[in-house]
């Protein structure tokens, strides 16, 4: 506990720095708040517009939760499915490298022509986002296998099934769990530039009126929150990841004599 507390107080140390110099700034420049708005502007805003915020901010948080775990879900299973089956990796791979040179922003101006304005295609871009990342982390996993103990199931008569289910998939576990953070970080920064785009609620949304209008406050007012949520998603798979995979590799302690 004290080592977490050690850790958390530098960077926390920064930010107060960093936040007091802004407020000094905006005062002693006298820099208007449509241009640069001072923290402290940005907290009485926040909570002078939270009815508003939350609002948007659960249509942002439900759009990404559900697109990052169907985006997830299709990427352990297509990662699977190129290991598993003879001659998918060389064949589809390289074509999984290239869909992810398309620009997003063209890609969510194309889903938008196809699918309209609703959900659809906000929720299109999320998973094809979040997707990559858990498939090329998953792979790299499944191939990490210790050699010596994949001829020795082999040896004893296991089939391919059980040497995926019972050596390659634990072993891949942590490898899937990287591609689960970067993945959280994405669908987050997706959600937001499909609602910008396509969405007439959200926090993306929001963003963009309150930037057409000049209300620069609202848009600090939503970074913070969006910031806010990448962060607590992160946090929710890293201590997932602790309870499963450093937990569970915990070795038991000895009794005392």
Partial sequence: MVNKLRNFWPPA??????????????????????????PLAIASNTIEQTPRLLHHTWSTL????????????????????????????????????????VPVIALGSLLVVWF???????LILIILVCFFPVVVAMLTGLTQSDPKLVD???????TKGRLFWRLELPNAVPYLFSGLKIAASYSVISAIYAESIGGSEGLGNFMLVSQRGWQTANVFSAIAIIVVLSLILFGLI?????????????KP?????
Avoid: C, D
Avoid at 16 to 38: C, K, R, T
């Fill in 13 to 38: 140390a920064v930010l107060g720095a960093f936040v007091i110099l802004w407020q000094a700034v905006v005062i002693l420049f006298h820099i208007e708040p449509y241009i640069l708005p001072s």
């Fill in 62 to 101: 439900g759009v990404t939760l559900l697109g990052f775990m169907a985006g997830t879900a299709a990427g352990f299973v297509l990662a699977a499915l190129l290991h598993v089956i003879p001659g998918a990796k060389a064949g589809f791979y390289p074509l999984l490298v290239l869909t992810q040179n």
């Fill in 116 to 122: 309209g304005f609703g959900i659809l295609p906000r």
């Fill in 152 to 158: 020795y199931m082999k040896m004893i008569g296991a």
């Fill in 238 to 250: 890293s201590l997932a990841e602790q309870f499963l995979v450093r937990g569970g590799s915990r």
């Fill in 253 to 257: 302690e000895k009794g005392r004599g």
